[in-house]
């Protein structure tokens, strides 16, 4: 087994394979693993896109260009509106990964990748705010200790 460091939260997988090309570990495995598989698959045919124009601060070339792009799911009627960069491109991708967010969030509720990462960071912080108790409560002890 290999050890890296700095990544004291990350466990090594051994590689089982036959090719001798392969090094000794395949990939890492997170503490907290996130499911991506019931995460839904989006299929162009069911979305509608239309290019508006933008609202907002910018001045002109705002109002003259056509870079908002609405995207609407027709099987569920959910609409995502996107107008974070001057770039088309750009809104189309970041409108297409909100959609899939916002399905994912409709469908799998509690399991969706939102909802594990929240209860990820719920986690970490409820077992920060634990460490930080006891080190209080130890600080004190030791206070307690010395003046007496």
């Known amino acids: 087994m290999l050890t890296i460091p700095r990544l004291s939260r990350l466990t090594l997988i051994p590689a089982i ?24 698959k989006v299929k162009e045919e069911d979305l509608k ?6 609202s907002g601060p910018g001045g002109q070339s705002v109002n003259k260009t056509s870079n908002c792009v609405v995207l609407t799911h027709t099987p ?23 959609l899939v967010t916002k399905l994912d969030n409709l469908q799998n509720g509690a399991k969706s990748v939102e909802a ?11 077992k920060k ?20």
Request: aromatic fraction near 4%; include cysteine.
């Open 17 to 40: 394979s036959c090719d001798p090309m392969v090094s000794g570990w395949l990939s890492l495995r997170s503490k907290h693993t996130v499911d991506y598989s019931l995460v839904p």
């Open 49 to 54: 896109e239309q290019f508006v124009r933008g």
């Open 76 to 98: 569920t009627g959910i609409v995502v509106r996107c107008h974070q960069s001057r770039s088309l491109d750009q809104n189309r991708r970041i409108a297409r990964e909100l």
């Open 116 to 126: 594990q990462l929240k209860s990820i960071r719920d986690a970490k912080s409820i």
């Open 129 to 148: 705010d634990q460490k930080k108790r006891k080190i209080a409560s130890l600080k004190e002890q030791w206070k307690n200790m010395n003046s007496d």
